[in-house]
């Protein structure tokens, strides 16, 4: 732990101390006010964001570090429309205009994809720590499947490196904040030939655990993570440009643990009553449980290597080669019922995610009334996942006599695609666009559980499986063989009752193997208007899709295993963007009408052993209607003031599913999870000069609805004999509306060479709601961060 704490220390200390230590060092400058234009590359081309007819939020670099945004949550809190939900394993989970999918396994891809210099992270693990040093971050909303492929049905977000400077810089940051967190970051940029330039960033952080268990006197939630970033950029002829990007990072910081909130037995048993003995977690953001022998803790590191060469063949054709490769590596192990027992502690998690993408296009220079990129997309990822959980203190554990169990799932993906896009300007007025990409998708996965090697696993499964060969446990469907099972060992468990492919269920132990094939074709055509060169309309249609995936899971028969199928979206939407008094008033609104079909979530099945247990699952019907708008007003000289905000009615138009007690229920009208009606944003900014100095303060005022951390919050909840909580059974599976309130104040000297700011976040440690999740015997929910404060002290040279 020390050497752990040291050495982030002394990375933060080290890399900015190498520069304070100039007499001219310098504050990086200012946000853009309110008159910038800020250019965005969604259409895969420089354009200015009030040119481009699409619906897009963008934060350039400045803004981030003004705003003290600095975690995957504080950039959601600053996008309408945009949610961000924690999870056990720290995979971050986007849900974008109501379109989300809460699958954590390292396998699943997102429906927000995720870009660093269009480079894809094609895993929502893979994102984590790519927040530093940037220029901005651009968030489309809505389908963007033609040019950013397929996993985008809610959008994508393209975060945008700093990129390396034709004269020499240095600058960084440091924070120094509750729970003795220090943050440093830093930077260094310029020339090193005349036709090559480089920049190295680095960033880091520690800090110390911000939890508390309520029952015994113990912490968790240390913050211990590093990475850096080295950018060359090399022009060796006129017509040839070279990026490389080299970058990773290691993460060391403690999983969150969460709070005990309900007891939902699956099996009334003597493990029940401690259960119910343990004391609910209060309603304190610091307060948790977790087990003492397993204590949560992680290890993952992240190496990544990328090259982007631009060739103009010529006066008018650049062909653009955007290939890349990451390579995952997770080591944790998670808390996930939130007490001190071992009811499904997950102990071990351990992984490795290597994926390889490569993307070849070619387009027109954008100087003429036709605009057009064709190009293609290949992607060969190799995705693997082991887990070892605790189960001795679960509901069913006395009656079968396991102790705990592991899991494996090993995936292979491969995907192709072939895209084109165009834009034509039929007049000064009127631009007509339309593109469409073809992707085909080929997943295979081979799944298992089995006994960790004390043997009670296989015990359970080689006595389970014999009884149904012989008959003396029946399953209704299953004519017994009358012939014993060999012995399990540490081999597979779960038994095969699958019947898709036509064949009976055997009901004998084994891998799950299985693949899945799938191919579409999204497109997008729309309308863009110019009132005037400060004002735009636009209209597009467009329908995007997501892949399908396989789960990992802890399952007693291959129906836990079966895949949901891809999803797909069709997005109709309307917008306009307005500038006025030389852009010191900007405005920009949209509205949409989603039509949503087979939608994935985690559901329900009815196991004929377990009862009921987790499954992935397609919603056929659901729709979404919404509508967004965004301000930023500089009335008088200094003053800045923002604010946007959303609106969103989500609805489920067909899915008959299932209770928590296996009963059929219809889902029909039931809000889709993790969607709050609304979303608001506040902000106002004011500076001004006082000799030397330039002083400046800013409020941020944040709010939403309550939302369902499921399907149907808790329309699908049946109350069992065993059944406990913590809030009133219909606000199971209700997050709480809630409002935060984040402060700044400082000061930048010499014309902003430097620059200290004092900021709070969550200023009246307002206590709030996350998310909320189900485990085998108990449901949990995750607390929002307590008030934090601190101070940065940031500095520019060149």
Not at 310 to 339: C, H, L, R
Request: hydrophobic share 35%.
């Amino acid at each position: 732990m020390n050497a752990r704490k040291n050495g982030i220390l002394g990375l933060c200390l080290g890399s900015v101390s190498l520069f304070a230590l100039s007499p001219m060092a310098a504050l990086a400058q200012e946000a853009a006010s309110g008159t910038a234009e800020i250019i965005v590359t969604a259409n895969k081309r420089e354009q200015s964001i009030n040119k481009v007819g699409l619906a897009i939020t963008a934060l350039s670099g400045d803004a981030l570090k003004n705003q003290n945004i600095v975690s995957l949550s504080d950039l959601a809190n600053s996008i309408p429309g945009l949610s961000y939900s924690p999870s056990a394993t720290q995979t971050p989970v986007y849900t974008l205009r109501g379109v989300g999918f809460y699958e954590t396994s390292l396998a699943a891809y997102p429906t927000t994809s995720v870009y660093v210099d269009q480079v894809p992270l094609s895993f929502p693990a893979l994102s984590t720590h790519a927040n530093f040093d940037l220029e901005r971050v651009e968030v489309l909303k809505g389908p963007q499947g033609t040019l950013f492929g397929q996993n985008s049905t809610g959008g994508a977000i393209n975060f945008v490196a700093a990129k390396p400077t034709k004269s020499f810089e240095m600058g960084g940051d440091l924070t120094y904040g509750r729970f003795n967190r220090v943050e440093g970051n830093a930077y260094v940029s310029g020339p090193l030939t005349n036709t090559l330039r480089a920049r190295l960033a680095v960033t880091g952080a520690h800090a110390d655990d911000w939890q508390y268990s309520y029952t015994r006197n113990d912490k968790l939630g240390e913050a211990a993570y590093y990475g850096a970033r080295l950018l060359l950029d090399w022009d060796p002829v006129e017509t040839v440009s070279v990026e490389v990007n080299l970058n990773g990072w290691r993460d060391q910081s403690d999983p969150q643990a969460p709070q005990y909130q309900t007891l939902l037995s699956q099996s009334p048993s003597t493990t029940v009553q401690a259960l119910r003995d343990f004391p609910f977690a209060p309603f304190k953001a610091r307060a948790a449980d977790w087990t003492p022998a397993t204590r949560p803790h992680a290890d993952n590191r992240l190496l990544q290597g990328s090259a982007r060469i631009n060739w103009d063949v010529a006066d008018n054709i650049t062909v653009t080669s955007i290939t890349s490769y990451v390579d995952y590596k997770p080591d944790q192990g998670f808390e996930t019922d939130g007490t001190t027992l071992m009811a499904d502690d997950f102990i071990i998690d351990r992984g490795r995610i290597k994926s390889f993408s490569q993307e070849l296009r070619v387009a027109n220079k954008p100087n003429s009334a036709l605009r057009w990129v064709v190009g293609a997309n290949y992607e060969k990822s190799h995705v693997y996942e082991y887990q070892l959980q605790t189960l001795s203190d679960i509901s069913t554990a006395p009656i079968f006599g396991y102790t705990g169990a592991y899991v494996y799932s090993d995936q292979h993906m491969r995907n192709y695609a072939f895209f084109g896009n165009v834009e034509y300007d039929i007049s000064d007025q009127i631009t007509l666009k339309g593109g469409a990409r073809y992707t085909n998708a080929r997943r295979t996965a081979a799944t298992c559980t089995g006994d960790p090697g004390d043997g009670t696993f296989a015990a359970a499964f080689d006595g389970l499986a014999n009884a149904i060969q012989l008959g003396f446990f029946p399953v209704a469907g299953f004519t017994p063989t009358g012939v014993p099972v060999p012995p399990i060992g540490l081999g597979c468990a779960p038994l095969d009752n699958t019947t898709e492919d036509g064949t009976p269920a055997t009901y004998l132990p084994g891998e799950f193997r299985d693949t899945l094939k799938e191919d579409n074709v999204s497109w997008r055509a729309g309308v863009d208007y110019k009132l005037s060169s400060s004002a735009l309309l636009y209209v597009n249609v467009a329908q995007g899709y997501k892949a399908g995936s396989f789960p990992i899971a802890s399952a007693a028969t291959f129906e836990q295993f079966l895949p949901v199928t891809q999803e797909s979206l069709r997005s109709y939407e309307a917008g306009f963007k307005f500038s006025a008094f030389d852009r010191r008033l900007q405005i920009t609104g949209a509205g949409f009408y989603y039509d949503y079909k087979d939608k994935q979530l985690r559901s329900k099945i009815v196991d004929p052993i377990f009862g009921v247990l987790d499954a992935l699952d397609n919603i056929p019907k659901s729709r979404m209607i919404g509508a967004e708008l965004d301000m930023t007003f500089a009335p008088v000289r200094g003053l800045t003031l923002g604010a946007s905000g959303s609106i969103l009615d989500s609805k489920v138009t067909q899915f008959v599913g299932l209770d928590t007690a296996g009963g059929s229920i219809d889902y029909k009208g039931s809000v889709i999870p993790y969607t709050p009606k609304y979303q608001l944003r506040l902000s106002a900014d004011y500076k001004w000069q006082m000799g030397n100095a330039e002083p400046f303060v800013g409020v941020v005022f944040s709010t939403r609805s309550k939302a369902n951390a499921n399907i149907g919050g808790s329309r699908g909840l049946v109350l069992t004999s065993d059944f406990a909580s913590s809030v009133a059974p219909e606000d199971t599976y209700t997050i709480p509306g809630y409002s935060l309130v984040d402060l700044r104040a400082g000061a930048s000297f010499n014309d902003g060479r430097w620059r200290v700011t004092v900021f709070g976040k969550n200023v009246f440690d307002k206590y709030y709601v996350t998310n909320i999740f189900t485990d085998y015997d108990t449901i949990a929910r995750f607390s929002g961060q307590p008030a934090t404060y601190g101070v940065t002290v940031a500095f520019k040279f060149n």
